[in-house]
């Protein structure tokens, strides 16, 4: 399990993005880095610099995963046939807690991790508590029935704040979610622009 020990919007104020959309991100009132010389921090980035913070954004989307979990996602996609860069994203979101967060029943992805976790999720009517678990086209995730009327989950379904994308068939009112097929990049709602082909460039250095 991937845990963040320091408060995740960090990663937003660090990016000056708000990766995640959310309307109670800091980027939203202070677009510029923390710390004493975040305003001054603006100068241009090198190659480097900028496969690194492509790496570090997508990493960061999806609840800021572990370097040596995203490396093996990365080698996974490296060595299926077809473009790298959108392997990697259909790896990314074939995973549990990218589907119970993209499904809407809990609010953010270190959410869906924690409920994942916590035993809240059936797989295929078996329960799955690893949140990388990888789901496969066909496969059936439903709020364990203790679960459905948890607060957090009614009031995630009801966030207007993002949508569920057409990869994902999901009934709120039986909180079960079909993963109908795995995406391209062109196919995920991400807030801000992601770069997979700068992460490529990056690990193969």
């Keep these: 399990m991937s845990k963040r020990a320091s408060a995740k919007y960090k990663l937003d104020r660090r990016l000056g993005e708000n990766i995640w959309g959310r309307p109670k991100s800091p980027v939203n009132r202070r677009e510029y880095g923390p710390g004493q010389h975040g305003q001054r921090r603006k100068g241009k980035l090198s190659d480097f610099g900028l496969q690194l913070r492509a790496k570090q954004k997508l990493r960061g989307h999806y609840g800021d995963v572990s370097e040596k979990q995203f490396r093996k996602v990365y080698d996974e996609a490296n060595r299926r046939r077809g473009d790298t860069s959108e392997n990697l994203i259909g790896l990314l ?18 959410a869906a991790r924690q409920f994942i976790n916590h ?37 995630s379904v009801q966030l207007a704040e993002r949508d569920v994308p057409d990869y994902i068939e999901v009934d709120h009112n039986k909180m079960v979610a079909t993963f109908n097929r795995i995406p391209g990049l062109s196919d995920v709602p991400y807030a801000v622009q992601m770069e997979p082909n700068l992460v490529v460039e990056y690990y193969s250095r």
């Excluded at 979101?93 to 270190?110: G, H, M, N, Q, W």
């Excluded at 999720?121 to 949140?131: A, E, M």
């Design 93 to 110: 979101e074939s995973r549990l807690d990218a589907i119970v967060y993209r499904a809407k029943f809990v609010p953010t992805i270190f």
């Design 119 to 155: 035993g809240h999720v059936n797989v295929n009517g078996r329960r799955t508590n690893i949140g990388s678990y990888r789901c496969k086209p066909g496969d059936v995730i439903e709020v364990r029935e203790k679960s459905k009327q948890l607060v957090l989950v009614l009031e």
